[in-house]
């Protein structure tokens, strides 16, 4: 007997049809005993025409309103899953964000989940009871109104609660059966990986990868919770239902402790990111206070930079800056830098959006040395030239042409042995 | 300076366009220095859908779980609502059930409200801040569960929330400009009555006409809530903002008490119903307790009867007995009576939906005898057979063959000098 939280994304509840698979799924645990809480998103496309009737109304609105209005998506399947669950004589109820309550600070349209009363739901899931969650939703509860926690947050609000319920299994069901060494649509030899360490799915969800959301893995990183992702297209009849422990059916991928991971390799998978834009900045003096110059104004107007390169000086008088936004803040960039060109101090400025970022993740990077040499060096044998290098304690990341991205892609697949045999 | 309850429904909030044309109705009253609560129904169709899926997912459901779902639609439109008139500058929020809290008993799917709690509310509409709050539902409070009202709930929570501040006017905005001396697509020469009783609307609510809730009249008049219908159609500017006292432009119909109406007519208006069933039992026992064997197994399956004739005894041994009820009971009312034929003793059944009932409805009649011997005689001029009959206080109902529902109505109308000059 386990508890097990699942979650079902907006192509997993697409309609009814697609509702009454997840039921089946849900019986699958039930059947074998297990305690179920189920979290639920919108049906695909709901959010979309909510958004776009509330940005008809005002493109400028109250964050309040626009989550009043936008929860209604998760509070309509909720309550259709709860039904089917019923029809096949599972005793179900839906609950909503509020009612739990899943308390959230007051930041609308991003909240963040601070609590969650998970009292209630504990008893009636140990008396048999299926929970129905609404998904990327809770209370902020000094107005007392509906918040939510931003696109993807139903993956967080799954997390979250199996923390809340002691959950021996927070399983993400998603359209793809798992996390990949690549993105096998660039990459056909991509395998999918049996498991994956909190830190390396991390980087993965920040560096492009959207099988899980960023923050999810983060709270399932810090609270050891243990998060598989596997497909609601699969018969639900062909899965495993859950079992304490440690057996594992061969399917989805396990998120776990990194000492959970018996094999590991040094690489894990090469991520890719295409939203990114390139800045550079002509002619800057190259003295202290420029950075800041360039960098203030930059995060008062919360645009996030990414990579940074200066440039050497030739004449140790003027240099160049270079650095990457996410493409969707290009113009606001151009703009906060123009209107900051005094104080900066520039020739000209140059911007690109047809960039990308590939990154090569894995923990084994921490006692391999000769990543970043090997990788470099694979990369210039396909001639292609690096505009900006970040790293961390387990990821390179490079910047390059757009044009080169899949070919820098499967070479850096191939070179760390990540191809299929 | 006079507090506003505006109720629109599906038609008025359709689509973005449309609510915006609510707001400028809003805005009207704000810039009188009035203070304004706005309860709004759900999209045109929404709740269409939204019950659609539910039935998809099964035809037998958790009424819980239905209410969930379909109050979705006015959290929706509240929010919407409030965005808009944020957007004229106008301060507004959206208040769903559960947050005022609109208190309501546990007949989920038909709840009825049975408290709410409206000093947050007071005094932020004293604030001049407009709430705009979700019609048709509430809060269960044991189970802290979503309930709703029912079809047509959105007017009864209007009146119920001016109720509870205390407004000077209930305004029901709808697709017509008035309640009619009988429908105008029947009778072009029908009439807009400027004022009625709330006697006279309750029995027009109840006999057919749809422009208001029966329930929702109960309410206003136990409580003597001036309630006015007028059209959400109108050109906002056109009208004039309310006014505490009794001044009153001439627009829409004043829904008050007796005494408030100057001019009373004998007859206010006639009203017909389509959705009538007549059943017949025939050569049934004339003797004690054969009434009882015939309605006891209605009642107790949830079948509502309305008119019942019972034939004179040619022999003083057996009898007919005719009764009306809702075309849409009819086939459960057949098998009812099939089910009791042991205990009721009878020849045969026959029934007909080809029947409407017709109402002539007047608090004058209270004071004037003869409007029943006149109404027969007319009706008999033009050669209609009346099949039943029922009579209260100030209302006379008879059933005649559909056929002739139009010709009835009509020559009622002329008769009772309704017609337009």
């Not at 096949?88 to 609308?108: E, N, V």
């Amino acid at each position: 007997m386990a508890i097990v939280v699942m979650k079902f994304g907006g192509t997993s509840v697409a309609d009814i049809g697609r509702i009454r698979s997840v039921a089946r799924h849900v019986k699958r645990e039930i059947d074998a005993k297990n305690q179920v809480a189920v979290v639920v998103s919108a049906m695909a496309g709901h959010t979309n025409q909510l958004v776009a009737w509330v940005r008809e109304a005002s493109l400028i609105h109250d964050a309040r309103e626009y989550d009043a209005v936008v929860a209604s998506g998760e509070q309509i399947t909720a309550g259709l899953l709860a039904i089917v669950l019923q029809s096949m004589g599972i005793p179900a109820r839906s609950w909503q964000g509020w009612q739990i309550p899943i308390l959230t600070d007051a930041a609308h349209g991003a909240a963040r989940i601070i609590d969650i009363k998970a009292d209630e739901l504990k008893a009636r899931l140990a008396q048999g009871e299926v929970a129905v969650v609404t998904g990327f939703q809770g209370l902020e509860p000094k107005r007392n109104r509906i918040s939510t926690l931003g696109r993807g947050g139903s993956d967080t609000s799954a997390v979250a609660l199996a923390i809340a319920l002691g959950a021996d299994v927070c399983d993400i069901y998603t359209d793809v059966d798992g996390v990949y060494t690549t993105d096998p649509r660039i990459v056909p030899s991509a395998r999918r990986l049996p498991r994956i360490s909190y830190e390396e799915m991390l980087e993965m969800a920040s560096l492009g990868s959207k099988v899980l959301q960023t923050r999810s893995v983060e709270l399932a990183m810090v609270h050891r919770m243990r998060t598989r992702v596997l497909s609601s297209f699969t018969d639900p009849e062909a899965l495993q239902p859950v079992r304490s422990g440690s057996e594992w059916q061969n399917i989805g991928t396990i998120v776990c402790d990194e000492e959970e991971i018996v094999e590991s390799q040094v690489v894990s998978g090469i991520a890719y990111a295409k939203d990114e834009a390139k800045v550079t900045i002509m002619n800057v003096a190259d003295k202290p206070g420029v950075a800041a110059a360039i960098f203030g104004p930059l995060a008062e107007a919360n645009i996030n930079v990414d990579m940074i390169v200066q440039n050497l000086s030739a004449d140790g008088k003027y240099t160049d800056v270079t650095f990457t936004v996410n493409a969707s803040d290009l113009p606001k960039t151009l703009e906060v830098l123009k209107n900051a060109r005094e104080q900066i101090g520039y020739s000209e400025i140059k911007s690109s959006a047809d960039v990308v970022k590939v990154s090569v993740i894995g923990v084994g990077m921490r006692s391999h040395a000769g990543v970043a040499a090997k990788m470099f060096k694979a990369l210039a044998e396909k001639g292609i030239n690096i505009l900006a290098i970040t790293t961390s304690e387990i990821k390179i990341s490079v910047l390059i042409d757009a044009a080169y991205a899949e070919l820098a892609v499967r070479t850096l697949h191939t070179l760390f042995g990540l191809d299929k045999d």
